[in-house]
């Protein structure tokens, strides 16, 4: 969460943004952290609303950044840019599908070897998950 709250932060100095917190209510304390955060300010939760509520705003959106999610493929399919982070699942099977999807594999791995479990949360370089969110906004 301290990550993400420092790419909002980081982006938000670039170009003013809202970002919309999708996770569902077992998300809730985690999302509570964000909103708390001085970046909450930016931030809208949408930890309580149905999936159709949600689609358009989804599809209002310029662009997605987001760990393997169903919203992050949702994203893709109503043509957002997307930066998404396979931590634990493989992006051969669920990334390379669209256009509009960026990857992001844990350091020490790549396209090819991230797998299920292969527990790379840990393992991805903020730097890098930085760089290419200014490079997808721009």
Request: glycine content about 6%.
């Amino acid at each position: 969460v301290e990550n993400y709250i420092n790419l909002f932060e980081n982006i938000n100095k670039k170009k003013p943004c809202k970002f919309f917190l999708a996770g569902g209510l077992k998300d809730q304390e985690l999302i509570n952290k964000i909103l708390k955060s001085p970046i909450g300010i930016n931030c809208v939760s949408l930890s309580k609303m149905t999936i159709e509520e949600i689609l358009p705003i989804i599809g209002a959106c310029n662009f997605c950044i987001s760990n393997d999610t169903g919203f992050a493929h949702i994203s893709s399919a109503l043509d957002l840019k997307c930066l998404i982070l396979f931590m634990d699942s493989p992006p051969l099977a669920y990334g390379v599908y669209s256009k509009n999807i960026s990857i992001i594999v844990p350091e020490g791995e790549s396209v090819e070897s991230t797998k299920h479990k292969t527990r790379g949360k840990d393992l991805i370089s903020f730097a890098e998950v930085l760089k290419k969110s200014i490079e997808l906004i721009s």
